[in-house]
């Protein structure tokens, strides 16, 4: 497996994946979406724990939690970010939350406030950091995940024991 680091999308990359997906569809069509049943089940994993994980921290995290969502197709497992588009839910902000900010927003930013030394938001993670660096990376998310990667291993690897015995009779 290997991460990638590029830009503000983290993905980890199976290899050998599009080959296998291949002949799990040559050995029936039901196998594509068991597969694709395995990503959503880790994704919903990683975003139960990374949820349980924002709690914890309290504060805007608390709040936003809600806003992290598990989805899963064939080719993948994603944990995204996704606020409400209401300003009245507390999810609105999660991008803050979870990603923090380069600069103060709203009220905090008007120039009366320039010298504060608080800052409004958490520091901007930037898109140069490793998936499940505990100490960098999107806050809450990375740090559960850090914690949790051994659980989130061990499901998806159970969940492909069992497709590849019901695709193949291994």
């Known amino acids: ?30 196998f594509p979406k068991e597969l694709k049943a395995a990503h959503l089940d880790v994704a919903q994993i990683a975003a139960r724990v990374s949820q349980s994980e924002a709690r914890r921290m309290g504060g805007v995290q608390a709040k936003a939690a809600g806003a992290l969502r598990g989805s899963g197709t064939a080719t993948q497992a994603r944990l995204q970010v ?23 927003t709203g009220w905090y930013a008007k120039g009366k406030f320039a010298d504060s030394p608080k800052p409004q938001h958490k520091e901007w993670v930037g898109n140069d950091w490793e998936v499940m660096d505990p100490t960098k990376g999107p806050y809450a998310i990375n ?9 989130i291993y061990d499901a998806f690897d159970a969940a492909l024991d069992r497709l590849v015995s019901r695709a193949f009779g291994n």
């Open 143 to 151: 740090a559960a995940l850090a914690a949790h990667q051994g659980d």
């Open 82 to 104: 996704k606020p409400s588009k209401s300003k009245r839910n507390a999810t609105a902000m999660a991008n803050v939350a979870f990603w923090g900010a380069k600069k103060r």
């Open 1 to 30: 497996m290997a991460a990638s680091t590029g830009g503000t999308n983290k993905v980890i990359t199976v290899e050998g994946l599009r080959e296998f997906r291949k002949a799990l569809k040559e050995a029936g069509e039901q």
